[in-house]
């Protein structure tokens, strides 16, 4: 999730949280803090909730997998895994020593 998209969630969350607010208590934090609901900055505040709204709806249709390709974020290391590693089935590759495995196919060829 990158930097615009969080700020936005926070920006959503702060709306969320003024709007029940208001609808338990009667109670417009915002408006209480930036001098009533006609004032410039209480204005401001609400627009600037509103264009988060808008914003943060892109986070509602995204997939797990556009999630692994944000540039912000480390990739899934789930993603490049080999499945077969966690069968009984599946072979599990030795990458600690590439000379010894090269060695022990060789003796398995010299072998038959």
């Known amino acids: ?19 029940g607010l208001i609808g338990l208590f009667q109670f417009d ?8 609901q006609d004032s410039l900055l209480a204005r401001v505040v609400y627009t600037l909730v509103g264009i988060s709204g808008i914003i943060s709806l892109g986070l509602l249709f995204r997939t797990d997998e556009d999630e692994a390709y944000v540039a912000d974020s480390e990739p899934d290391p789930d993603l490049y ?16 020593d590439p000379a010894g495995r090269r060695r022990r196919e060789t003796d398995d060829d010299s072998g038959r």
């Open 81 to 96: 895994t080999n499945p077969n590693l966690r069968t009984e089935f599946g072979e599990e590759p030795d990458f600690s």
């Open 29 to 36: 934090l915002v408006a209480t803090l930036f001098g009533g």
């Open 1 to 19: 999730m990158g930097t615009i998209s969080r700020i936005a969630l926070a920006l959503v969350i702060i709306g969320a949280l003024n709007w």
